[in-house]
């Protein structure tokens, strides 16, 4: 009950005139950041921070927050229209982008607003009732169980693929090697940067995920001069009851795998997708046909990305610690204005508190009253002409790519990686488990070395650790079992052909 009061309070802090604008404004933006490739909310914030000391605190803070969790309702769209991702929308190019082919961008655009409403609803009821206790889980986690988890990721290589396992494993193994470039965490040793000095802060995400999408499909678009990308005037937006049983309980996996991955440093929506990509297809009625174009694709990882965007900021406003850049910046927000998030937050700053958990709500109604009735404005972008279309792409790519570091050899490197994704499509590569071990690569390196300083440089304390032995323990059982069923399936006759 007392929760219900809380929020009652956060209601009446939250829905005020000048809040609601607050919150509508940084929804508004944060859709049009997730719109344009490249530019993710962590530019967006950075650039508007300085606003917030003309602004009132909760107004400021609400504005940013919209920002934050509506650029990852927009930066769906770019990733199933154009196949041209943010970091968090990498998987929704997959089944999103292959419903485009089959001409249902309406429909993938409808499932991925709505199963982000689904992820943002249930992400803020653990956010209300379970942000105290959940903050301390962060505490729980060692490098050791961070190593494991990362080690867990890995063995989504085998769903994300859209391929062959041997195919996917080495790209996924590409882009651990990729994830190495730049100067070591622990030494300040440059590694493979061959003596060229942008490279010592590594490969951008953000170039990678342009090139090898975005630049690789524009590309293979223009090389086939007789097929063209099926862009339609579809206008069946709204699923049939049929479709919403498969939209429901894949939106709600995602929604937990969200919420939990949400919570711990160097997991969020990045990680969230994958995960929830990989449950569903492993575990739904339909895994068959996700990877060539089904709802589930859509529908899992969005949820999963709204719903770690909203509990990401359990940590900060917990116990103080920012899980990633996006909430770094928040925490400087709050602490401009004279705030210092940790366990002593709640009490001493309530209406701040429940007043951003309730704008969360709101926000969430106010993107899916946006969103959805734009669909229809999203599909005229099909209506011009390739000549004008592909250009402007190209475009947006650049500004994008440039305006992360304001660098302009960040260009030719997305350019060099759209060349390398446009050889993968040919040799029938897929790209998404590259970005995968891209992501997971550096975090597992960091924890592995971290473990094993604090061990002494003994590896049973992966294994004497019982979230970590836990997880290891899984991934053996996971092996173990895919080479029994890959053993069982080779010694069943086939079916001879008439």
Known sequence: MDVLHNLAFGFGVALTWQNLMYCAIGCTVGTLVGLLPG??????????LPLTYSIPTSGALIMLAGIYYG???????????????????IVACIDGYQMTLKGKTGLALFTAGFSSFIGGTVAIVVLSFFAPMLGEVAFLFGPAD????????????????????LNGMAMCLIGVLLGQIGTDVNSGT?????DFPFLAEGVGLVSIALGCFGIAEITKNLDNKDERTPFNGEINLIPTWAEFKRIIPSALRGSVIGSFLGILPGGGP???????????KKVSKYRHEIGSGAIEGVAGQAAADEAAARTSFIPLMSIGIPENAVMALMMAAFIIKGIQPGPNMIAGHPDLFWGLVASMWVGNCFLITLNVPLVRYWLSVFKIPYAVLFPSILFFCCIGTYSVNNNLDDIFVTA?????????????????????????????????R???????????SFFTRPISGTLLSLIGVFIVW?????????????????
């Open 482 to 498: 895919q080479v029994v069923s890959f053993v069982l399936n080779a010694r069943r006759p086939q079916a001879v052909p008439a």
């Open 450 to 460: 971290r473990a094993l300083l604090l061990s002494r440089g003994h590896f049973s």
């Open 146 to 165: 961070y190593c494991a988890l990362m080690m867990v990721g890995f063995v989504c290589v085998s769903f994300v693929t859209t391929g062959s396992l």
């Open 190 to 194: 440059p590694r493979f940067t061959m």
């Open 270 to 280: 990045v990680i969230a997708q994958f995960a929830a990509y990989a449950v569903d």
């Open 39 to 48: 530019l993710g909310p962590l530019a967006t914030i950075s650039i508007l």
């Open 416 to 448: 060099v990686f759209g060349l390398g994704g446009y050889l993968f499509m040919r040799l029938d590569l897929d790209a998404a488990p590259l970005m995968l071990g891209f992501i997971l690569g550096p975090m597992l390196e960091e924890n592995f």
């Open 71 to 89: 650029a990852q309702y927009g930066d769906s769209v770019s990733a199933i229209t154009m196949k041209i991702p943010h970091a968090s929308s």
